[in-house]
């Protein structure tokens, strides 16, 4: 198994929401992002624990097969070029701080609606996405059975999220999404050096 804290993350998710499904519906509450109470009642813990939450099964399986198709993938990389500690340190921190962004974003633009509640690893996940896409920008990805470079995905990624902040559409974690995008970028180029000219390389551009 050449992507352990990929590996363990899948495993945590599955086994976390499984049990918020079956148990007590006051945890699922309890544990879920309230923007309002993380600001108000202080319940800073809700920006961690909502991202192992999701919403349902479809919720769950779409964030787990992203995190395993790009995950095993990306952090078997960093194993390869950093070695095993260091390269798996790496696609935490890069996971983490993706979880983080996309929460506190969600917080920013929602803390003044106390009815207004997110769960799930989107953030996290999204940040592994974009990881992937700053070093393999003209790889294919598949958009709903579409292929496209994945830079161009990753451009009308952010442009839906935005969109979808403005106005506000569907049952979407929007802010998630994006805060969760713009941690990825930022954490893989502080981490991986040379990353940013990796990424200008795909495209002839030298600096």
Known sequence: MNSPVTFTLLFANVAISLWAFYSNPIYFERFSEWPYQIVHQKRFYQ?????????NFMHLFFNMFALFSFGTYLEGLFINSFGDVLGSLYFFAIYFVSLLSGSLLTVVFNYKNPNYVAVGASGAVSGVVFSYVLLFPLSKIGVFFVPMPAFLFAFFYIGASIWGMKTKFGNIGHEAHLGG???????????????????????GIDF
Do not use: Y
């Open 181 to 203: 995008a713009i941690g990825g970028i930022v954490s893989t180029i502080i981490l991986i050096d040379g990353a940013l000219r990796i990424f200008f390389a795909n495209f």
């Open 47 to 55: 920006v961690i624990t909502s991202a192992f939450l999701h919403a």
